[in-house]
């Protein structure tokens, strides 16, 4: 797959909640939501966060494979949103996504992991359940980012209430 389809990113409709510049990254707390940005693109960068930042999020950002594996073996974040050709690599090849494949599944649940892409269309579960993500967003829906966003990252976060407490029950 190539580049990404050049998409006009509309303004973002939220205001920041930190008021650090959007190229610099926020510091993370123990109990702030936080958030890993990987991508190459510094529009669509900017864009994503600040529409994260928006909706309460802590946010570090990537631009390369290794640099995001090594930021997710010393943290776990709550959020990931990942481009599909991340250093221009082809979806089969990116490297992030192969490691949060490998992950153990206690880890792997404690992310919701957001896939930007030109090849699925947004709410393709299908394609979301055969890359072993939990949601797929094309590049046309971005502007629509933290509207997809939220309602999922809630839902997903009650689903997995209810399974983490099932599993102790026991």
């Known amino acids: 797959m190539s580049a990404p389809v050049r998409i006009q990113i509309p303004t973002a ?5 930190s008021q650090l510049p959007l190229n610099q990254e926020d510091k993370i707390g123990r ?3 936080s958030a890993i940005v990987c991508c190459h693109e510094p ?3 900017e864009y994503l966060t600040g529409q994260l930042r928006g909706i309460g999020y802590k946010v570090h950002h990537v631009v390369s494979h290794q640099a995001a594996i090594t930021r997710m073996a010393s943290r776990a974040y709550d959020l990931t949103v990942l481009v599909e050709n991340l250093e221009g690599c082809e979806l089969a090849d990116n490297r992030v996504l192969q490691h949060l494949c ?6 792997r649940r404690q992310t919701y992991v957001v896939l930007l ?6 709410g393709d579960e299908m394609n979301a359940y055969a890359w072993s993500v ?4 094309s590049y046309q829906d971005i502007g629509d980012f ?3 966003v939220v ?4 839902e997903h976060t009650e689903r997995n209430r209810y399974f983490t407490a099932a599993l102790s029950s026991r």
């Open 13 to 17: 409709k939220a205001a920041p909640v």
């Open 31 to 33: 109990d702030d939501r």
């Open 43 to 45: 529009s669509y960068l």
């Open 102 to 107: 490998a992950m153990p599944m206690d880890d």
């Open 117 to 122: 892409c030109q090849a699925f269309a947004t």
């Open 134 to 137: 939990d949601q797929v967003i």
């Open 146 to 148: 933290a509207a997809l």
């Open 151 to 154: 309602p999922a990252v809630e």
